[in-house]
Structures are given as structure tokens and as C-alpha cells.
């Protein structure tokens, strides 16, 4: 699949963290599930992708943006800590870091680098779906209405 996003793909997984990036992605909601039927400790992340930002086209001064809805999920996230604000608004992330084990223990520590926050994890991996086609807007957030509200749904667009 490709569309004029550049999307190559509506699942993305820790494998494809080279050519991934999230800064300026907006975090609408953030959840934490055990389940008997799922892997203990997945924490999911319900978010603005930023798939690719558009030059300003000649004589014009503002970058524009093709944005999707995505779930972030790291399956048996365990030591998880962070630091929250003070906020003044949303949580943007600025950066999102794999960073080696600092123990003996094989996962390495992801580092969500935030604009006002932080969050960090151990978990062996992640996956990313884009639940829906990305839309290409002049800001690099989508409204409810545009992003179909909140949601953590594991399934992607095609």
C-alpha cells in the first residue's frame, strides 16, 4: 500500500523503529491492561502519527501535515515511570528513545521524551497500527470529529 502520505504500511512494529518518528505526535489518551486473555502489562498509547510533514509549497509560509490516529502498544511493559508537568495543554512527544538494558535483563528501556513530560518502560517491543487513513491537514493534530474520538482498537485501516 502506498498513498500520497507515503504510508508504506498501517502496521509498524519495533523492527521499523529506524524509520519511525514521533516528534510532535499528540498522545490524546493513555491506557494500562492486564487480561487474563492478553499478555500481562500492555500499556497503549492513543495518538496523532505525524506520517509526514509537507514543505510549503511556493509562496506559501506554512508546513502542512498528513496525520493519522494510531494505538501504540508495548506488550509486558513493566517498570514504568514518568513525570507530568506541570501541563499547560496536550502531551506532545518530542522524541521516542530505545535505549540498551541497563540490567541483565534482555528489554531495552523505550523513552518517551515529551514537551512537559516523560515516560519510561521496559518492554520487548511494539507495535503501531494506523487505524485510519491519514488526512492531510495545516496543523499537526486532527479534532475529535476528524480522528473518530478516542480509541485504542489493535487494527489497522487496510
Not at 92 to 112: C, K, S, V
Request: hydrophobic share 40%; glycine share 8%; with cysteine.
Amino acid at each position: 500500500m502506498t498513498d500520497p502520505s507515503g504510508l508504506s504500511k498501517a502496521v509498524w512494529t519495533d523492527a521499523d523503529f529506524p524509520q519511525m518518528g514521533w516528534h510532535d505526535s499528540r498522545i490524546h489518551a493513555l491506557g494500562f491492561l492486564e487480561d487474563d486473555d492478553l499478555p500481562p502489562g500492555r500499556l497503549l498509547l492513543d495518538l496523532d502519527y505525524i506520517v509526514c510533514w509537507v514543505e510549503p509549497a511556493r509562496r506559501q509560509k506554512h508546513f502542512t501535515f498528513w496525520v493519522a490516529p494510531a494505538t501504540l502498544v508495548f506488550d509486558q511493559a513493566w517498570d514504568i515511570t514518568g513525570d507530568l508537568g506541570p501541563l499547560h495543554g496536550s502531551l506532545e512527544i518530542a522524541d521516542l528513545h530505545r535505549l540498551d538494558p541497563p540490567d541483565d535483563h534482555p528489554d531495552p528501556m523505550w523513552h518517551i521524551e515529551g514537551h512537559e513530560f516523560e515516560l519510561k518502560l521496559r518492554a520487548s517491543g511494539f507495535r503501531q497500527y494506523i487505524r485510519t487513513p491519514p488526512q492531510h491537514v495545516s496543523r499537526q493534530v486532527l479534532t475529535m470529529t476528524e480522528r473518530g474520538g478516542l480509541g485504542f482498537a489493535e487494527q489497522a485501516f487496510a
